[in-house]
């Protein structure tokens, strides 16, 4: 039901045009999905969502792969 309320207005995070702690919650669970390789394809707006914020530098620094400490992957 929010999907279909939310697509009559175009935003770019998880609650409007603004980072909100919403997407904080919600970058760690979509981490997860692709660590799992679960498809979000069912899920436009949540895709579109998670675009933005892995867009954003900080985002970007606070991925588990970016830490220090981080195994390498082969």
Known sequence: AWSRVR???PVVFFSGWAFSVSDA???TQLY???RFEFSLEPFPLITQSRAAMLDVDAFQK???EAQPDAPKLA
Request: glycine letters at 0%; one cysteine or more.
């Open 7 to 9: 697509c009559f207005s």
């Open 25 to 27: 919650v919600l970058i």
């Open 32 to 34: 997860n999905a692709s």
């Open 62 to 64: 606070a991925q588990p």
